[in-house]
């Protein structure tokens, strides 16, 4: 278990874009560094590491992940940043917990419910941490919201809405390495999976698909809409797509007013209307540094103290998550038969 006053070791699997993000969000964070990077390609991992000043660069030489596994098996390295395509998740995971580091895994965790379940049971077999990182939960937009939520400010939550929708350049998609990849490609996992957060975390009885249906292009879908029931008669939409325009919302609905947030996968202001006052109050709660910073300094924190779960979110939490996912998936497919 680290002290408190311990500075977190970091190291990283995979050298694209979301990376970059993560490394320069990370300089922020005064009680981490950044002291490793991994990757197959030697010169991709040279140019990381020489604009981030890592010190040790891990790359293959003979194809066997070998600069994966070396990372994983340094002893100055307390955590790692799992950001490796979708379908490299569940095996990196499991390997680096059972190495005992820490791993903040990019979303979505896994490409099934029994994959997260899977990697789950190794983490506490493990006695690691492992957590997601469904950056919308730590926002402060967000946390702004279930404190509102929690408050009572619009009643009981009767329906919760999200979409992400928007055209993508379809050049960019194709150039993608996994976006039209059969097995860990499409819109749902790309994007739906932060609306399916937004579900599980603010209904969180169990959810039945009402209805569902989806458009593919090149294999995989491209766009998803499911109507959910959940008991008490509370209800919930999911939306999400690559290949149109439209809302980028969050709408929560309860017995007593509405909250809407724009941009549910990194809010930073609410719209509340309540029975009381239909004039719509909004709050703009910008972003800590910027939009992966608060999931970073929660989860070194927990580095520090030696946990092994995170309250906000939890190993159940990317359960749920997965699982609404997959209801989905299969809802489309039984109604392609």
Known sequence: MMGNTATVRWGILGAGGIAHRFAKSLAHEPAS?????????????????A??????VYTDVDGADEGHRQL????????VYLALPHGLHRVWAERALAAGKAV????????TAAEMREVAAVAREHGSL??????????????????LLDAGAIGEVTRVEVRLLGESDPKALEASSYYFDPVQGGVLLDMGTY????LADLLPADLAVVSAECAC???????DRAEFAAPGGASALLECGSDRPGPRTARIVGTEGAIEVDLPHRPDALRIVSSSDPEPHEVRLPYEVDDFYPQIAHFAELVRM???????MPLSASVRCAEILDAIREATARGAK
């Open 72 to 79: 994983l098996a340094d002893p100055a390295i307390d955590a």
């Open 306 to 312: 030696g946990a092994t779960e995170s309250p906000i």
């Open 195 to 198: 609306c399916a957060s937004w």
């Open 217 to 223: 292009s090149h294999g995989v879908d491209v766009w």
């Open 33 to 49: 560094e950044l002291v490793a990077i991994s990757c197959r390609t030697p010169q991709k991992a040279e140019a990381f590491a």
């Open 104 to 111: 903040l895994c990019e979303k979505p965790a896994m490409l």
């Open 130 to 147: 492992f957590m997601e990182a469904m950056k919308v939960r730590f926002e402060p937009a967000y946390l702004e919201l279930r404190r």
């Open 51 to 56: 604009e981030f000043g890592v010190e040790r």
